[in-house]
């Protein structure tokens, strides 16, 4: 498998692919996760959406409540099982957490899941993650946190594009993608504030001297890949956030995020140009698991709250968005 860059190196050539890939897709259901179910009888495992009756996210994050698993016990158990399929239907991903499964107080079993930071910008090496979200205040804290991480990846990769002698484009690229990605913390932080998120200090492991090929590593899992899927998820959200505000907010975010993707082919190519064979089949291979792991995090399901207000695709609509960006970005 060789990783394609050059047709992915311009941004008007980027964003054409994204807006295909969305329109491929369609504008996705607005249905909650979990809809009203009946309390009568039928096969718990037929439908997961029929096992539990949605309920408003409170503080405690609690999402859902069983009203059908009081029937007998093997019932029961295939009820709550396909319940949590619905927050977790694979391996959980690394930046997302399992439901967990809790009693209120008349006795119900009832599932608490958080839902995964959204995919803003590059992460840095060492990002200590955060707690998921079940809010769109904590949801846009995220995004938040996440945009004034990525201001910290794209000055050192600015600052290791310089000592590797890449062309001067590159490198006022990189440092212009940190003054975007400044200018998104304070607009979403801002967004956050106002819908009762708290902002959380972004704390990375202290740069250190790497190699051409951890760089390109990086790059290729951070920006080809995240990066690249956070500008499709960016365009997205610009055309489907149910929240005005929000909604315009993506509009602007998402022109940038598609430069940065275009920027993060440019610097993979010159990196494999200057890396050798065996450095490039390891890109490669870096590069197909941070596709297998968007994946396994794309069968997530968000909160309804998450899907109407900003916009986030549900998990079929995510799954399908990586696959065509996969087979269109990797051949």
């Known amino acids: ?26 504008c996705g259901s607005s249905d909650p996760v979990v809809q009203s179910g009946d309390s009568g009888g039928g096969d718990a495992t037929e439908d997961a959406c029929r096992c539990c009756d949605y309920k408003p996210p409170p503080p405690e994050t609690v999402l859902m409540e069983y009203t059908r698993c009081d029937l007998e016990a093997g019932d029961a158990e295939a009820c709550r ?18 439901c967990d499964e809790s009693t209120n107080d008349a006795g119900q079993a009832v599932a608490v899941c958080h839902y ?24 846009l804290a995220h995004a938040a946190h996440l945009e004034a991480a990525s201001i910290r990846a794209f000055r050192r990769l600015a600052d290791e594009l310089a000592a590797f002698g890449a062309p001067a484009a590159l490198v006022t690229a990189a440092k212009k ?11 979403i932080g801002r967004l956050a504030r106002r819908r009762g998120g708290t902002l959380v200090r972004v ?24 990066e690249t899927y956070g500008a499709l998820f960016a365009v997205w959200q610009s055309q489907r956030a ?17 430069k940065h993707a275009a920027l993060a082919r440019r610097v993979a190519g010159w990196a494999r140009a200057r890396l050798s064979e065996e450095d490039r089949a390891a890109l490669d291979e870096a590069e197909s698991r941070a596709w297998d792991d968007l994946e396994s995090e794309a069968t997530r399901e968000p909160p ?28």
Not at 10 to 25: F, N, Q, R, W, Y
Not at 249 to 255: E, L, N, Q, T
């Open 242 to 258: 149910g929240d005005p505000e929000l909604r315009n907010a993506m509009r602007s975010i998402a022109k940038d995020e598609v």
């Open 177 to 187: 993608a940190a003054h975007d990605e400044r200018r998104h913390t304070l607009r």
């Open 304 to 331: 309804p709250e998450i899907v109407h207000a900003a916009g986030a695709p549900r998990a079929h609509d995510a799954l399908a968005l990586v696959r065509g960006l996969r087979q269109a970005g990797v051949a």
């Open 203 to 226: 704390k990375s492991a202290r740069p250190r001297t790497r190699t051409l090929f951890e760089i390109a590593r990086e790059n290729v899992v951070e920006g080809c890949v995240r």
């Open 1 to 26: 498998m060789r990783t394609t860059v050059s047709f992915l190196t311009s941004p008007k050539t980027v964003l054409e692919l994204l807006l295909g890939i969305c329109a491929s897709v369609g």
């Open 81 to 98: 099982d396909s319940c949590f399929q619905v927050c977790s239907m694979f391996t959980p991903g690394k930046y997302f957490q399992l």
């Open 116 to 139: 995964g930071p959204p995919p803003c910008g590059r992460r840095p090496e060492g990002l200590s993650d955060l707690p998921g979200a079940t809010t769109l205040g904590a949801y």
